[in-house]
């Protein structure tokens, strides 16, 4: 399973409702824990690994969570927000403070199709929001005013052009 990077399409594309829960939905899920843990990220959308489903896997090992979430919808955020610099397996190497709600209230879905509903805070909260944004086509810069936003993907291909002369050498 394959991270898809900044300028490959699906990563702005709306995701569809997930309707049918199977084995090979649990599948997914399952390759999609072992993706995110492997490029060592805390979160991972659909889109990501090239799947236009709503579903998002969330592993915080410091703070003992570990959530999938089908059909996620966020019900409440609070008025609080805060900053804090995000960065996402899709853009590796780079990182951008992006100011949201501090609080956030979610329900979603189990792997089983069983309803649930989250009250998030704090960095699991953070997580959700930008995971949720990736089901929407959304990316973390996508929050950055347009010349900022434009900075960091210049930086990103910079970034990965230099990794590529890396590899040519070995």
Known sequence: MTIRKLGDEVLHK???KITVFDDELKNLEEEMYKAMRKAEGIGLAG?????TK???VIEISE???KQTFVNPEIIETSVETGMYNEGCLS???LEHE?????KVSICAQDIEGKPFTVNAEGLFARAIQHENDHLNGILYIDHLDQEEKTRMEQLFVKKQEALKKAKRRH
Request: aromatic residues 4%; glycine residues 14%; contains cysteine.
């Open 54 to 56: 709503r579903i998002f």
């Open 98 to 102: 992006v100011e949201r709600p501090l």
């Open 91 to 93: 853009l590796p190497g």
């Open 47 to 51: 889109p990501q690994v090239g799947v």
């Open 14 to 16: 709306k995701c569809e």
């Open 63 to 65: 703070e003992g969570i």
